[in-house]
């Protein structure tokens, strides 16, 4: 039951190191003062899509062989908001099943300090490369970078979990 406002096949804009396949997530609960997407706040019924659907868009838009992407880009909206979590979970734990070395790059308003310390929302953890973490904050808009103030970070997912403390990616 994901709620989704556009899966675009070939992105070159959100990704890293190539293109992605990008799912944009209905639905953000922090309401940032200059969002560059606020359409995507208040949930949208008629945007439903089946999850098991949703991965194989996913899946076709990947493809194989030479030709084949390595990225997932979650964005929003928030794809960890409460209420996109478990549909979030469910779609990215089946491709990293399908694909263990798919690169799934998350951002969202919440914070990792928020992220791993919440029940609900820490269990995505273990799907993630690249987690942007962080409200955009106008005050603190920046150039330049894949996220839009300075107070947000690039957090490499995996070596954070494994070396407890937290791992930026400077390049991203
Ligand atoms: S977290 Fe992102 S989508 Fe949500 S209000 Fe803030 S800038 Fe907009």
């Not at 549909?87 to 919440?110: H, S």
């Not at 894949?146 to 403390?165: M, P, W």
Request: charged share 25%; with cysteine.
């Amino acid at each position: 039951m994901a709620y989704l406002h556009q899966i675009k096949k070939y992105d070159m804009e959100n990704s890293w190191r190539g293109a992605s396949v990008s799912l944009w997530f209905n639905q953000c609960p922090h309401h940032c003062p200059g969002c560059w997407n606020e359409e995507t706040w208040e949930r949208n019924e008629t945007l439903y899509q089946d999850n098991d659907q949703v991965i194989q868009e996913v899946k076709d838009g990947l493809g194989e062989g030479v030709f084949q992407l390595n990225t997932l880009a979650l964005l929003g909206g928030d794809p960890l908001s409460p209420k996109n979590i478990q549909d979030t979970i469910y779609i990215v734990k089946a491709l990293k099943e399908w694909r263990p070395d798919l690169n799934v790059i998350c951002w969202t308003g919440f914070t990792w300090e928020q992220v791993s310390r919440s029940k609900l929302l820490k269990p995505i953890l273990e799907y993630l490369d690249v987690l942007v973490d962080g409200r955009f904050m106008i005050d603190r808009k920046i150039e330049g970078k894949k996220y839009g103030s300075d107070n947000q970070r690039a957090i490499d997912v995996q070596n954070t979990l494994s070396e407890g403390k937290i791992k930026i990616m400077e390049d991203f």
